[in-house]
Each structure stands twice: as C-alpha cells, then as structure tokens.
C-alpha cells in the first residue's frame, strides 16, 4: 500500500538556522499536503502541492514538490522559537496518508 | 462555525469496555477521517468516509467501526478497548470543489488511556 518516509525524524536547530524537512512516497501522488502541529495541539493544514516541480513560499517557509510527484520538501529559513513543533506531510493518493512527523526543536 | 468537534477530551477505560468517541463538523464537509497518534508514529489511519453512508477501511481498522448517517457526524466505536489503543485519536473534515482538494481541518482530539 501508499507509503509516505518523512526524514529526519527530529533536529535541533539554533534560532536563524535553517531547517529542512523530506518527505517521500512509495506511489505517485496526486498532491502533497504539509501541517504542523505545536506540542500539545493539534494538526494545522500549511499548503498543498499539487503540479509538478511546483514551488511554493508562505513567508520563510518553502515547499516543493518533485518533478515524479513523489517526493517533496519543506524548507525554513531563519528559524524562530515560534517555529517549534511537528511538520507532517500528507501523501493524497486514494486515501491521505501522514509520514511519521519532523519534529523541530528551536534554542534560542 | 465550531469547525470539528471531538468529545471527551480525555477517557480512561479498562481492558474489554467498549465506547464511542464522538465527532462533528458544521462545515458541509464530504471527507472525514479518524486518525490515532502514538509518540515517533505520526498519524496513521483508522477510517475514513467520502459521504454520508459511505465508508472503508484505513491503515489500522482492526478493534474500530465508524459509520456515516449523516455529513456532520463520524463516530468511531471501540469494540473492546485493549492497552494497545491508548492513544490519541484525532478526527478531521476537508472537501473537494471543481476537482481540486483542499487540506483536512483537525479536531482537538481525545486523549485515550486503556488500563
């Protein structure tokens, strides 16, 4: 079945380091969702990617989405401690399907 | 708009009870999920429907049952709680227009303990 590997599985960052996360799929997806969720809370929806090679900006983050569709990246620039928490991708085949969650720790 | 709405928050069950937990959206929305959380896991996939009266199994669907009556609610039903369903269980809502998908909205989640 659909399969989505998210790495690394967490990372310690210095505040205004960058961060990136991986996430990749076993089948072609038809889109890709990123969430994150601050300790304690919940899942909260970030973007979708949904063409091919597609690039997308919100502020200091950025995602892609690889050329195969099966591969995507979530990248931060300049870290802040707001930036804490765990980034999720979702892999939007038949049925959506989360990777195991990049969990960023921030030291200010 | 509440959005989605899970309730308890928190449960406590000793091994071979069963219960529901309970989820609700007012936003129309067609696709609901139940999905459980376990530390280094992510979130894994219990069921999941695409309409009212229309349901399948996820990743993990053993020891669960839901059913869709209506768009608003999706419970999800443990048969016979076991320690290994101590979780947290996270119900979410999205929807499609014109063909294009749009991101799940999550409820806050119920914290279930087995003992």
Not at chain 2, 5 to 13: E, M, Y
């Amino acid at each position: 079945g659909q399969q989505v590997m998210q790495i690394p599985q967490y990372q310690h960052v210095q505040e205004g380091e960058d961060f990136t996360t991986y996430c990749n799929s076993s089948t072609t997806l038809s889109n890709i969702q990123w969430y994150k969720q601050r300790p304690g809370g919940h899942p909260v929806f970030l973007i979708q990617l949904v063409k091919s090679g597609e690039v997308k900006k919100q502020k200091r983050l950025t995602f892609q989405f690889g050329e195969a569709k099966k591969n995507s990246s979530l990248h931060i620039t300049a870290t802040q401690t707001t930036d804490v928490g765990t980034y999720f991708c979702a892999g939007k085949g038949f049925k959506t399907i989360f990777g195991a969650g990049t969990r960023l720790f921030v030291k200010a | 708009n509440a959005g989605v709405t899970q309730t308890p928050k928190f449960q406590v069950l000793k091994t071979g009870q069963s219960m529901t937990l309970q989820c609700a959206q007012d936003m129309n929305h067609e696709y609901m999920s139940w999905y459980r959380q376990d530390p280094g896991m992510g979130l894994r996939l219990i069921h999941y429907s695409v309409g009212a009266g229309i349901t399948d199994q996820g990743e993990v669907p053993n020891g669960y049952n839901v059913s869709r009556s209506t768009t608003e609610d999706f419970p999800l039903r443990l048969l016979s709680a076991a320690p290994s369903q101590t979780s947290v269980y996270f119900c979410a809502s999205s929807y499609s227009r014109q063909g294009k998908n749009y991101g799940y909205t999550f409820g806050s989640g119920t914290r279930l303990t087995v003992v």
